[in-house]
């Protein structure tokens, strides 16, 4: 036992004697190479004594990153995360500066941006010194796992065995439809899915359908917190209030959460022991890392955060994952460069700030959120959810099947198998569940297939004024042709003068290939023979329209209905699969259309884009070549891959339908092992709900 102590305290003096000389000898290549890094005085240095001063230098660097870095991004926790993301470089090259003036007689200089330069060059090099010698070490990657694990059970007082219940790891791979993860595993684009599905006792796999908003706002409320009732679309138009509330706004997050936790007056999938990683909402999680809902609150828990400070608080980490960031910058600009040069069709606008939003979603967002889930396991927690969005992010730009999004896929394959390594490690057996929200549906946008937007073709069909570029296009003009003809009025001459009354301008929303149409100065919800007596020509104008497969209105006669092209209007509760406007698009989508019809919020005009069964491409509202919101191809399959050793998600020969039911089938999961993992609530209670702001109290 003291052979041991003594040789693993060894083996680390010699790490650290390793790494000190490695980044001596780098202060000094440095010094050579840049001429704004000076480690001598003006009148030069003998070899010994630059030597000498480029130790001290490296060894104050080394202790100041060690010491001062975690209190620094302490400190800076109130700065959101991309921005925290580019200041490292900045924040590193502070503690070089400060270094070398903790250097005897003056010898260290260096300008501010040399020193950016050099400590991230160190930083670097020092980081991949630490990992060889780990990598030559066979045991040593094992025995540091092994000691945090220790570290952990000794701080949580818990028994140092496996023996326990065991913990579950939902990770939600963003976007990733049935198919595309199917086909990774297939081509050994995914290794790690492919081992799970290879092994008998393994995982299974099959898919689940969406409901008609076939996004994250209403798939992950459903799954997180087991309602996703009124959730018409990712944005919408609430007329009592006039907002429009959109899923990715902190305070919208919020409210969503609150009135789903009220509905089912339950805190959610995690309020027990439970972490949120990444997410839009809590799932009543008392540990928080980047979840959106809760950067909207005010007070202590407002700073979720806070999560990522045990990753960026380590230096070599925040440096790797700053020039991971760096270089995703330029992979992208390169990327988009090359698809510009090929032509390559569908393709959308890819500047401005899109390259350091892809940066941040496929490298900083999946860092912080893969080390908390490492964290989370480590800490021995019942259940952690982790939403990973680097697929979902680059597959919009790319498309959904394109090498660009397959490269991510491969990424995140990687970060699945470091998951995997951990957990035969972490105090506690885990189960790792993988799923995903959606799917994404390819094709060219609709703008860029008609030339002009979906809120243009609405303002034509209600007469009011459109943008020239959109008059000239043959929908613009025949929308214009049927407000006159619908008025009965003669087809003016181009360049004819046009004087009548202005309608109020209508709210256009997109949400993928999935349209929401509502007019503010209709009390309620409009009905279909208003909308004839004051826009005679809308309805007819969206429903033959070539890019749109079919609408959803209220009638004052028949209740709700569908149009379609061709004057075709089919009743809602007539309405049948495969038939009518909705013959291409599957099995349960008159469902998801009457589920949707019964919500307070659902839009005066749904519209739904038109569907190519043959090449599975819809046409997206938004400027985005792979799009989910609606209905339509892949975007309503995501998948479900589960442990063989949990039960079955659904009866056999059955589907696995909704957020919702995904929700139970999850719930149910984390019950089946000993002991209660999920407090059963009495009726009437709220399962530790705190309903002034729809959360639940922290633990103890």
């Not at 087991?226 to 509330?245: L, Q, T």
Request: proline residues 5%; glycine residues 10%.
């Amino acid at each position: 036992m003291g052979d041991g102590r003594w040789r693993t305290a060894g083996n680390a003096l010699m790490r650290v004697t390793v790494v000190w000389a490695v980044s001596t000898l780098t202060m000094l290549a440095l010094a050579g190479i840049l001429p704004d890094f000076q480690l001598q005085s003006d009148d030069g240095d003998s070899i010994t004594k630059t030597a000498f001063t480029a130790a001290w230098g490296a060894g104050a660097f080394g202790l100041l990153s060690a010491l001062v870095w975690p209190v620094l991004v302490r400190a800076l926790l109130i700065v959101p995360a991309l921005v925290l993301g580019m200041l490292v470089f900045f924040l590193n090259g502070s503690l070089l500066l400060l270094a070398l003036r903790l250097i005897p007689d003056g010898r260290g200089a260096a300008n501010p941006e040399t020193a950016v330069v050099v400590a991230a060059v160190m930083s670097a090099v020092a980081s991949a010194t630490s990992t060889a010698l780990a990598v030559r070490d066979d045991n040593a990657y094992r025995r540091r796992l092994s000691r945090l694990a220790d570290r952990h059970r000794r701080r949580s007082g818990t028994d140092s065995g496996r023996s326990g219940p065991p913990g579950t790891v939902f990770i939600q791979l963003d976007g990733v439809g049935h198919d595309v993860l199917a086909h990774a595993a297939e081509s050994g684009l995914m290794p790690t899915v492919a081992r799970w599905l290879a092994n008998e006792d393994g995982h299974r796999l099959i898919p689940w359908r969406t409901d008609w908003s076939s996004q994250t706002g209403s798939s992950q409320l459903g799954i997180l917190h087991g309602s996703n009732h009124d959730i018409p679309a990712f944005r919408w138009y609430e007329k009592e209030s006039g907002d429009v509330m959109v899923s990715s706004r902190p305070a919208s997050a919020l409210e969503l959460q609150r009135r789903a936790i009220a509905r089912t007056r339950d805190g959610g999938l995690l309020t027990v022991d439970g972490a949120s990683r990444g997410n839009l909402f809590s799932g009543g999680a008392d540990q928080l890392a980047l979840v959106l809902s809760m950067a909207a609150r005010l007070g202590k828990g407002r700073r979720s955060r806070a999560g990522y400070f045990a990753y960026f608080s380590d230096p070599a980490n925040a440096v790797r994952t700053a020039l991971s960031f760096l270089a995703e910058v330029c992979r992208e600009i390169g990327q988009s460069t090359r698809a510009r040069i090929r032509k390559d069709t569908p393709r959308i606008k890819r500047g401005g700030l899109y390259p350091f939003i892809r940066a941040f979603a496929t490298v900083v967002e999946r860092d912080v959120v893969v080390s908390a889930v490492i964290g989370d396991m480590f800490a021995g927690r019942t259940a952690v959810y982790a939403d990973l969005v680097a697929y979902d992010e680059v597959a919009h730009h790319s498309g959904p099947r394109s090498r660009d999004a397959e490269k991510v896929l491969a990424r995140l394959d990687r970060s699945l198998a470091l998951i995997v390594k951990v957990a035969e490690h972490t105090p506690r057996r885990y189960r790792i569940v993988l799923l995903s929200d959606h799917g994404q549906s390819p094709g060219e946008t609709f703008a860029g297939a008609y030339g002009l937007t979906l809120k243009d073709l609405v303002r034509a069909g209600c007469g009011l004024p459109v943008p020239r570029r959109a008059q000239r296009t043959r929908s613009g003009s025949e929308a214009r042709d049927a407000v006159r003809i619908a008025l009965h009025r003669r087809p003016v001459e181009e360049g004819e003068a046009e004087h009548r009354a202005k309608p109020s301008d209508p709210v256009v929303l997109a949400s993928g290939n999935l349209g929401l149409i509502s007019f503010p100065d209709m009390a309620g919800r409009a009905s279909r023979e208003q909308l004839d007596r004051s826009r005679p020509a809308l309805l007819g104008t969206l429903a033959n329209h070539p890019g749109i497969g079919f609408l959803l209105v209220r009638s004052e006669r028949h209740g709700s209905v569908v149009l379609g092209r061709g004057g075709v209007e089919i009743p809602l509760s007539e309405l049948k699969d495969g038939e009518g406007p909705l013959a291409s698009f599957g099995p349960g989508a008159a469902a998801a259309v009457r589920r949707t019809d019964s919500f307070p919020h659902v839009a005066d005009i749904m519209v739904n884009s038109m569907y190519d069964e043959s090449t599975g491409r819809v046409h997206a509202f938004e400027e985005q070549i792979g799009s989910h919101g609606g209905l339509g191809g892949e975007q309503s399959r995501p998948f479900l891959l589960w442990p063989a050793d949990l039960s079955a998600p659904v009866a056999e020969g059955t589907e696995l339908v909704g957020a919702e039911q995904v929700h139970k089938v999850l719930r149910r999961w984390l019950r089946e092992c000993p002991g209660p993992q999920i407090p059963l609530a009495a009726p009437g209670t709220t399962s530790g709900v705190d309903e002034a702001d729809g959360t639940v109290p922290a633990a103890g």
